[in-house]
T-cell receptor
């Protein structure tokens, strides 16, 4: 069974640009969550999608957005990049509503210069 | 104040030692408590999951939750060099939104 796939693995962007990250969940999983991981702040919740609907949202500015497609694949977009957006962005998938086990991908390492 | 506090370490122990990792939290609504292990350049993987207060054992790993003190622990017995990783606690009032600690880096020396 294939795991959670995140693309690209590494990305370098300049300030002011925008970026789109992709996450393919485990087959059959309908919930996808996104997290930002930095050395100083640890793992911070961005948002969660279930059946193409954003179900939960963390405390991030509107520059961070996401969506989920009918096949459960998800994308997150960050516009007007800032240096502080440099982080490891992790995607986690789970079956959905009452299932606790979330499987993480290996993440996308974003560097903003 | 962060909702979940975790000592970042690093924690260095000799092989075979008992390791104790801890987190404190402030939100009394948290009911689900998890421990994840993250190796370098990898995503976190779920180690243990506990609902409400109590203990749970799985092989060399024991998770404890004390809701009255808002304190959770993960014990690793007979620690191995392969246990060297960052350990993250996570908790949630439901299954939909998780709050993570910043992680404790553990190094088990052969």
């Amino acid at each position: 069974k294939a795991g959670v796939t995140q693309t690209p693995r590494y990305l370098i962007k300049t300030r002011g640009q925008q970026v789109t990250l992709s996450c393919s969940p485990i087959s059959g999983h309908r919930s996808v969550s996104w997290y930002q991981q930095t050395p100083g702040q640890g793992l911070q919740f961005l948002f969660e999608y279930f059946s193409e609907t954003q179900r939960n949202k963390g405390n991030f500015p509107g520059r961070f957005s996401g969506r989920q497609f009918s096949n459960s694949r998800s994308e997150m977009n960050v516009s007007t990049l800032e240096l502080g957006d440099s982080a490891l962005y992790l995607c986690a998938s789970s079956l959905g509503a009452s299932n606790t086990e979330a499987f993480f991908g290996q993440g996308t390492r974003l560097t903003v210069v | 104040q962060k909702e979940v506090e975790q000592d970042p370490g690093p924690l260095s122990v000799p092989e075979g030692a008992i390791v104790s990792l801890n987190c404190t939290y402030s939100n009394s609504a948290f009911q689900y408590f998890m421990w994840y292990r993250q190796y370098s350049r990898k995503g976190p993987e779920l180690l243990m999951y506990t609902y409400s207060s109590g203990n749970k054992e799985d092989g060399r790993f024991t998770a404890q939750v004390d809701k009255s003190s808002k304190y959770i622990s993960l014990f690793i017995r007979d620690s191995q060099p392969s246990d060297s990783a960052t350990y993250l606690c996570a908790m949630s009032p439901n299954f939909n939104k998780f709050y993570f600690g910043s992680g404790t880096k553990l190094n088990v020396k052969p």
